[in-house]
């Protein structure tokens, strides 16, 4: 039996966010520079975005640059923005293949207009897709998206557009990048490290975290089903005891 046969349909993960670690190392063990990493890691995202769409995964969200990322050498930098241009441009074509409608999440107007332009352009291409929605975080933290909620909500109070004794959970989740999406289910990261770093901390509040020692590179949709095969044995409790789960009430 293989690993996709164990994944039970009636119980899958809603939206899926994965932290793609370990370009870096993968590239060092073979006497490469980290650039090297990150191509290969690209057949790694293909392979995690098919097996998504197959299984009808309505939401997958990657990690793929982070706000701190930037402060990087600026060779890997702008390596690493050249090949999310490329990237994007070749990959859009099995996008739509796969029904897969494009979406991105940070500070974009950080990034370089040529990455930006080309963001846009297959956001624009992909937006009539049904299947699965692909969310990408570039220039993306969680604690800059979270400032921005805060100021946002403050101007609307000083504009009188709201009260602060109206502030919700969902008032917060609503000025959020994630606004229009479910919050992960299953947080899933590559390389070994058992970190968060700075993703998706509002949203993960109830988040099943699966930690993998398989490199970003190495990882593909077999991964991915091991995941979910892990996330559909853990019992969901969301702060009630077992027996309440159990008994539904
Ligand atoms: C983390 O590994 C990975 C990144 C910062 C970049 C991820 C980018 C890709 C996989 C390229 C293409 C992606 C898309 C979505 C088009 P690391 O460099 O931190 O690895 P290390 O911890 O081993 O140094």
Known sequence: MSYKD???ADNLPLHIAIIMD???RWAKQRGNQRIFGHKNGVAAVRDTVEAAAELGIKYLTLYAFSTENWSRPKMEVD???TLLVSTIHK???TLMKNNVQLNAIGNLSNLPP???KQLKASIANTSTNTGTTLTLALSYSSRWEILEAISQIAKEIEDGKLHSGDITYDTVSKHLTTANMPDPEL???TS???RISNFLLWQIAYAELHFTNTLWPDFRRDDL???IIDFQKRERRFGKTSEQVINKN
Do not use: F, H, P, Q
Request: net charge negative.
């Open 91 to 93: 990959e859009t074509s």
């Open 192 to 194: 070994g490290e058992y």
């Open 225 to 227: 089903y091991k995941a």
């Open 114 to 116: 040529d990455v930006e």
């Open 79 to 81: 390596a690493l923005m």
């Open 187 to 189: 947080l899933i990261r």
């Open 6 to 8: 164990e994944i039970k």
């Open 22 to 24: 370990g370009n870096g």
